[in-house]
């Protein structure tokens, strides 16, 4: 069965420090792989994605993320974290197969950023 | 640009009654998915359109339906409400099949007593 875990519920981390913030997927095929964050009473927003090509992908808020693919893993990172980035993270992977664009997302972790 | 909007933000229903949910895409997007997010978990997949056909679908039963019109605003109609059904439902349009992120409207919270 195809599905993104993220072990962590929750991640705390001091403002200026680095977080990370992981997603291991099982998907058959080459995945397409997405970061998004909700803010509260919101909707998703977009943050990186990793189609094809370098590993190391960067995206908006001077968030990245690592692609592993013999660890199936598609860890956020960000060098220096900041309060504002507090907020729910959300791994999801688009399987590779089927030609259309449903996402599989992970249940969601939780980043706490202390001042 | 607009973005992708729902609406209603908020809903309240009563079990058993029907209520419909509604969502303009992004402009430039014509495929417009719908996703279920019960309380403190993942967005779960209902259903896709594109080209008003459903395209593919989710693990949720016949109750959940949907319709997608020429101009590529969606509906999304759910029957004989359960007390289970109340979420947050989360629009998300996208370029066709083209491997583009899909932008996400700000949510419907729907609440069946």
């Known amino acids: 069965a195809q599905s993104v875990a993220q072990p962590e519920d929750q991640v705390n981390v001091a403002e200026g420090n680095p977080l990370t913030v992981k997603c291991t997927y099982s998907?058959?095929?080459?995945?397409?792989l997405f970061w998004y964050v909700q803010y509260p009473n919101r909707g998703l927003q977009f943050l990186l994605k990793?189609?094809?090509?370098?590993?190391l992908v960067k995206g908006s808020y001077g968030f990245e993320a690592e692609f592993n693919k013999s660890q199936t893993s598609f860890h956020l990172k960000k060098p220096s974290a900041l309060v504002s980035d507090s907020a729910l993270y959300f791994c999801?992977?688009?399987?590779?197969?089927?030609?259309?664009?449903?996402?599989?997302f992970g249940a969601g972790t939780r980043l706490a950023v202390h001042p | 640009d607009a973005g992708v909007t729902q609406s209603p933000t908020h809903l309240i229903k009563t079990r058993g009654q029907q209520v419909t949910l509604r969502c303009s895409p992004k402009?430039?997007?014509?495929?417009v998915s719908w996703y279920q997010q019960a309380l403190g978990q993942g967005p779960q997949f209902i259903f896709q359109?594109?080209?008003?056909?459903?395209?593919q679908r989710g693990n949720f039963p016949d109750r959940f339906s949907g319709h997608q019109f020429p101009n590529y605003s969606s509906e999304l109609n759910v029957n004989a409400l359960l007390l289970g059904d109340s979420a947050l439902y989360l629009c998300?349009?996208?370029?066709?099949?083209?491997?583009?992120?899909?932008?996400f409207g700000q949510g419907t919270r729907l609440t069946v007593v």
């Open positions: 999801a992977v688009r399987p590779s197969s089927g030609g259309y664009n449903k996402l599989i």
């Open positions: 402009s430039g997007h014509d495929t």
């Open positions: 359109y594109y080209e008003e056909e459903e395209r």
């Open positions: 990793y189609i094809t090509g370098d590993n």
């Open positions: 998300a349009s996208s370029r066709g099949r083209a491997n583009t992120e899909a932008f």
């Open positions: 998907v058959s095929g080459n995945p397409y």
